[in-house]
């Protein structure tokens, strides 16, 4: 799968001349900075206007399905929301799938504790966590079946299969994945090498994966996550590792309880400088 995955994110690329990895931007939003070429829709998004968006301008998507907590078998809805996408035009310019995200987070968190599946676990315990695990790798095997030729992502903050370092960092790696996708944001204090560069270099140590790395950009008022100037370089940095091959960052539209990167003008002011300076845009 490799190289088809390598083909299919140079695709994802294409539509901006001579930029060595794919860039996009989380959010359905059409309006992104021109480096920015593939963007983000949940299953409830406008389809339609996806579709238009992709046609006019070149831009593709990774889809993130979500579907009912109370079934077993995800493939029926799978496969409602391909014929979805199909009839709005947009299939074709879905390049991933994500099947949610930040599942342990969510877990380790408490937000799971409704679910009819894994709320049963303990929170600090690891039985919940690989409950997970091979409830999304049966998961994944749906999705590819019913919607293939198209990369499962997996999005989480960090990946980690043992539990020497603790459980709260055991993090194992569901099957079914085609591109692992990280998200460790700094908190106040933390520098890029105190979090984000670790959980990188981890990740290329203990999985053989295409990485898409997700930059931090944006601002949560009331919380210890925000986004620095001083991050952006070593962002860029792990951009340009043989192992990453691509870049999403979070996130270009505001929302309730974020501030994106379209208004924060010093941060992508520092972003983009860090990226040009790295040869990842022009």
């Known amino acids: 799968m490799f190289p088809l995955l390598l083909v299919l994110f140079v695709l994802v690329a294409a539509p901006v001349e001579a930029q060595p990895k794919a860039l996009g931007t989380f959010g359905a939003e059409c ?59 947009l299939a074709p310019h879905v390049v991933a799938l994500t099947l949610r995200e930040e599942w342990y987070e969510h877990f380790r968190h408490g937000l799971l504790r409704s679910h009819p599946r894994f709320g049963v676990y303990r929170t600090a315990g690891v039985e919940g966590i690989d409950a997970i695990r091979d409830w999304l790798t049966v998961q ?10 198209v990369p499962v992502a997996w999005i989480t903050t960090f990946v980690n299969p043992t539990r020497a370092y603790g ?36 990740a290329v140590a203990v999985t053989s994966l295409p990485i898409a790395i997700v930059p931090q950009w944006f601002a949560q008022p009331g919380t210890t996550f925000g986004p620095r100037p001083d991050l952006s370089a070593g962002f860029a ?46």
């Open 140 to 149: 994944h095997a749906g999705i590819r079946q019913r919607w293939p030729g």
């Open 237 to 282: 940095r792990w951009l340009r590792h043989d192992r990453v091959i691509a870049g999403m960052g979070f996130t270009w539209a505001s929302r309730p309880g974020l501030v994106g990167l379209r208004d924060l003008p010093d941060v992508r002011a520092a972003a983009e400088a860090s990226m040009r300076a790295a040869g990842l845009i022009r």
């Open 167 to 202: 459980d709260h960092l055991y993090a194992p790696l569901p099957g079914g994945v085609d591109v692992l996708v990280l998200d460790p944001y700094a908190t106040a204090g933390q520098s890029f090498e105190d979090w984000p560069e670790q959980v990188f270099a981890h």
């Open 31 to 89: 309006d992104a900075p021109s480096w920015s070429s593939f963007g983000s829709l949940a299953e409830w998004d406008d389809f339609a206007a996806a579709a238009v968006c992709s046609r006019d301008t070149g831009r593709r998507w990774v889809l993130q399905l979500h579907g009912p907590d109370d079934v077993d078998d995800l493939r029926p809805h799978v496969s409602e929301v391909r014929w979805r996408a199909a009839k709005a035009g």
